[in-house]
């Protein structure tokens, strides 16, 4: 199928090669019966669609944050998460939506994420070119969608400082108020709690017990209490520390 578009004074602009067939339409909205074929032989198509790029820009107890970035020659963002029915069918489902060239990079937050879910993401992205005729109509010129974004909801993410402190991004729940971290390290092949820290506003955590010259290995996961019951985060991944 071809695409061209046809301004108010009859002056054909050849968008995409192949087919096209143009109807024609009087000032009274009456339409001239004879229907054209164009043959368009040569794509001059100025619309460049890069490759969507979405990524984690964090992840909370209950909210995963999603920073969807400005994609040249999109006018169109439609942002997806995958869903399962009940018969184990997948799909996709669209959870935010943008119509406009003068997008600007946004993060999004998904609210109710249920903690230790992995949830898969992905962007789709258009070039869609525009008709009005009596009420909006619009045909499609390019899409692109970017890769799928894994997300394991409240799962911490580490690093190590200067001072060799273990430091993690601040976690918490919206709706309790209540919470903290553990801090395990690894003896032999099993790691074991060294640390309760209940309060999420610390980041960050010290081994004064690490003896110099030895590695260490450790992992941490948040928490928060619901009630009297304490519901906890995934692990961190590893990281290893030398003083």
Sequence with gaps: MAYANIDKNGILTTIKKGEVYVRAESEENKEIKDRYKIIITKDISPYILQKPIIELSRTDLAINTIRI???????????????KKDNGKKYWKKIYEYYGSNFETKEIRIVNSEMGKNYKYRLEVRNVNYVKKRQKEYSVIKTEYSDILSVVTGKPKVRVNKNNEICWLKMSHWNYKKGGYEIYRKNGSTYKKI????DYNTNKY???KAKKNI????????????GKNKKFSPYSSDITIKK
């Design 69 to 83: 970035h400005k994609c040249k020659g999109a006018n169109e963002y439609y942002l997806y998460v995958q869903k």
């Design 195 to 198: 640390k309760t820290i209940n």
């Design 206 to 208: 010290y081994d004064e």
């Design 215 to 226: 590695k260490y290995s450790y992992k941490i996961r948040a928490f928060y209490y619901m």
